[in-house]
């Protein structure tokens, strides 16, 4: 299951350069053949959909075909079940917008501090509607009782949120912040069994699986979720997003975004009035195939097994660097270890003694003139809000993101770089 790199990167023309792209959480290379599709449906198909004339039958055959392409990487049931969208944030305030009737007064939303796009369309609805929101904390890891900012979701700290009254629970896959990834099934299954005892109304989960995807397979069947999403532009395809919305969360628990005359109370149409880009959303069939193609089985189980292994070369050199640097005053923000429940998302920031802000530590990489890493809260407002002790939000944590086309030679870039700006 070992990756070969040097195909990998070839499907990327980006990386011909010689750029180190390190700021992959915010954004992922495009596949070549994506942008080639793009071009394709432009110029050779670019007409309505749904007329009976030919050029638009296969123009509504492509289109299809994309949303075949994110069924099949959200391991949906249907492609009725999935929505196309120009971004995460407004898919999930679409999502919002459609549920407002059947949420009612008084009960309660449970979201987390992770990227706004999973809270901020929620404290929203809950305004609207005289619900109450519920913030599901990051909390100390105990393996790390040292490092104040080792943080993650656990589930001890979700369970006393749970009551008679929790109609949503929002929380994310996999952390942009802190990199560690979140055990969906064993979060969906255990607030269930509360929920039935506490004879619940209705529970529904959405789960921001934005920075998951591009390093785990999802699997929505599995989790027995409801509602997820993720956008294309962090898996190697062009910038738009896509949201699964169970078959029976559609039909009884979403009211109609599109125009009134149009029937589409089981259509994913529901919550997307005006419909997608439908050159990016053909475009987006060239990534399965490509996730496929990266082991000799040609299957997605295989193809993420494989990503994971590899991304354990890169993370764990990286981490291990940032941990021998504690006596600088590094901490690392979040699970200091790596494993297979890591991805090679890595945050940090430099206090102590002699105090680095973390503007200044990308500056280093900045000057370099080949590399790109970033600074900030990355949309994990609260996240980074509530750390102890505090840290400045204009300043945020350095964030260094890699994935599957990354190498370890890069990682050792990365890393003599970091040693001249901690000097």
Same mark, same amino acid.
């Given at each position: 299951?070992?990756?070969d790199t040097n195909a990998v990167r070839s499907a990327f023309p980006a990386l011909?350069?010689?750029?180190?792209?390190?700021?992959?959480?915010? $954004?992922?290379?495009?596949?070549?053949?994506?942008?080639?599709?793009?071009?394709?449906?432009?110029?050779?198909?670019?007409?309505?959909?749904?007329?009976? /004339?030919?050029?638009?039958?296969? %123009?509504?055959?492509?289109?299809?075909?994309?949303?075949?392409?994110?069924?099949?990487?959200?391991?949906?049931?249907?492609?009725? &079940? @999935?929505?196309?969208?120009?971004?995460?944030?407004?898919?999930?305030?679409?999502?919002?917008?459609? @549920?407002?009737?059947?949420?009612? &007064?008084? +009960?309660?939303?449970?979201?987390?501090?992770?990227?706004?796009?999973?809270?901020?369309?929620?404290?929203?609805?809950?305004?609207?509607?005289g619900a109450v929101i519920k913030t599901w904390h990051a909390t100390?890891?105990?393996?790390?009782?040292?490092?104040?900012?080792?943080?993650?979701?656990?589930?001890?700290?979700?369970?006393?949120?749970? %009551?008679?009254?929790?109609?949503?629970?929002?929380?994310?896959?996999?952390?942009?912040?802190?990199?560690?990834?979140?055990?969906?099934?064993?979060?969906?299954?255990?607030?269930?069994?509360?929920?039935?005892?506490?004879?619940?109304?209705?529970?529904?989960?959405?789960?921001?699986?934005?920075? /998951?995807?591009?390093?785990?397979?999802?699997?929505?069947?599995?989790?027995?979720?409801? /509602?997820?999403?993720?956008?294309?532009?962090?898996?190697?395809?062009?910038?738009?997003?896509?949201?699964?919305?169970?078959?029976?969360?559609?039909?009884?628990?979403?009211?109609?975004?599109?125009?009134?005359?149009?029937?589409?109370?089981?259509?994913?149409?529901?919550?997307?009035?005006?419909?997608?880009?439908?050159?990016?959303?053909?475009?987006?069939?060239?990534?399965?195939?490509?996730?496929?193609?990266?082991?000799?089985? $040609?299957?997605? &189980?295989?193809?993420?097994? #494989?990503?994971?292994?590899?991304?354990?070369?890169?993370?764990?050199?990286?981490?291990?660097?940032?941990?021998?640097?504690?006596?600088?005053?590094?901490?690392?923000?979040?699970?200091?270890? #790596?494993?297979?429940?890591?991805?090679?998302?890595? %945050?940090?920031?430099?206090?102590?003694?002699?105090? @680095?802000?973390?503007?200044?530590?990308?500056? #280093?990489?900045?000057?370099?003139?080949?590399?790109?890493?970033?600074? $900030?809260?990355? /949309?994990?407002?609260?996240?980074?809000?509530?750390?102890?002790?505090?840290?400045?939000?204009?300043? $945020?944590?350095?964030?260094?993101?890699?994935?599957?086309?990354?190498?370890?030679?890069?990682?050792?870039?990365?890393?003599?770089?970091?040693? +001249?700006?901690?000097?």
């Amino acid at each position: 299951m070992t990756l070969d790199t040097n195909a990998v990167r070839s499907a990327f023309p980006a990386l011909t350069s010689g750029y180190l792209f390190a700021d992959n959480a915010g $954004g992922s290379q495009c596949l070549a053949d994506v942008v080639t599709r793009i071009s394709d449906y432009l110029l050779n198909t670019n007409v309505q959909l749904g007329a009976d /004339y030919s050029i638009s039958v296969s %123009s509504t055959n492509r289109v299809s075909s994309g949303a075949e392409a994110a069924r099949e990487l959200f391991n949906a049931d249907s492609v009725d &079940e @999935i929505a196309y969208g120009s971004s995460s944030t407004m898919l999930v305030e679409n999502l919002a917008r459609a @549920i407002e009737a059947d949420v009612q &007064e008084g +009960e309660e939303i449970i979201v987390t501090g992770e990227h706004e796009s999973n809270a901020g369309p929620w404290k929203k609805l809950a305004a609207r509607k005289g619900a109450v929101i519920k913030t599901w904390h990051a909390t100390q890891l105990p393996q790390y009782p040292d490092n104040p900012y080792a943080v993650g979701l656990q589930l001890d700290a979700l369970v006393p949120l749970i %009551s008679s009254k929790t109609r949503l629970v929002a929380f994310t896959g996999c952390s942009n912040i802190l990199g560690s990834i979140v055990p969906v099934k064993d979060i969906v299954t255990a607030a269930r069994a509360l929920a039935a005892e506490y004879g619940v109304r209705k529970l529904e989960f959405c789960v921001d699986c934005v920075a /998951y995807a591009p390093h785990r397979q999802v699997d929505v069947r599995n989790w027995d979720v409801e /509602y997820c999403y993720f956008s294309f532009y962090k898996v190697y395809g062009p910038h738009t997003s896509v949201l699964y919305a169970r078959a029976t969360s559609l039909q009884n628990s979403l009211s109609s975004l599109a125009h009134h005359f149009l029937k589409v109370d089981n259509k994913p149409y529901k919550l997307q009035p005006g419909g997608p880009g439908y050159e990016l959303v053909y475009s987006c069939t060239s990534v399965p195939p490509y996730i496929r193609s990266l082991t000799s089985e $040609g299957t997605l &189980e295989a193809a993420w097994a #494989a990503v994971a292994q590899h991304e354990q070369s890169l993370v764990t050199p990286l981490l291990a660097y940032l941990r021998s640097k504690a006596p600088r005053g590094v901490r690392i923000v979040g699970d200091e270890g #790596a494993g297979i429940t890591r991805v090679p998302t890595v %945050s940090f920031v430099v206090g102590g003694e002699k105090p @680095i802000r973390s503007p200044d530590v990308v500056k #280093a990489f900045d000057a370099k003139g080949n590399v790109g890493i970033r600074y $900030g809260h990355f /949309y994990a407002y609260t996240l980074v809000d509530t750390l102890s002790p505090k840290i400045n939000l204009d300043d $945020g944590v350095v964030r260094i993101s890699l994935v599957h086309y990354n190498t370890v030679e890069e990682v050792e870039r990365i890393i003599a770089t970091l040693e +001249e700006a901690l000097a």
